[in-house]
């Protein structure tokens, strides 16, 4: 059974950060790009960045130079390393697993607020 754990959101207040962790199981973890999105309410789901299995990272506009994704495939595990968060971060954040497939995991709210 394949599974997608993620853990780590909360409410952090503005310029502080939050690290979000998505572990899987049931799937051969290295052999997947990981994603990681975000919606939040009344918008739709967008893209905040992604690792490929080789390591190489892209990010959205909007978080790049904050935000900051990292894997280890030891531990079956995706991170989504976030910096300098914002009012506008404020979001349910996803994890992808995409390989011939894709799984997602549960959604973790993260709210930035004063």
């Known amino acids: 059974q394949v599974q997608l754990v993620q853990s780590g959101g909360g409410l952090v207040q503005p310029g502080g950060s939050l690290t979000l962790s998505c572990t899987t199981s049931g799937i051969g973890f290295s052999a997947y790009q990981m994603y990681w999105y975000r919606q939040a309410p009344g918008n739709e789901r967008e893209l905040v960045g992604r690792?490929?299995?080789?390591?190489?990272?892209d990010y959205a506009d909007s978080v790049r130079g904050r935000f900051t994704i990292s894997r280890d495939n030891a531990k079956n595990t995706a991170y989504l390393h976030m910096n300098d968060l914002k009012p506008s971060d404020t979001a349910v954040y996803y994890c992808?697993?995409?390989?011939?497939?894709?799984?997602w995991g549960q959604g973790t709210q993260v709210t930035v607020s004063a």
């Open positions: 992808n697993a995409h390989w011939l497939t894709d799984y």
């Open positions: 690792i490929t299995r080789g390591g190489t990272t």
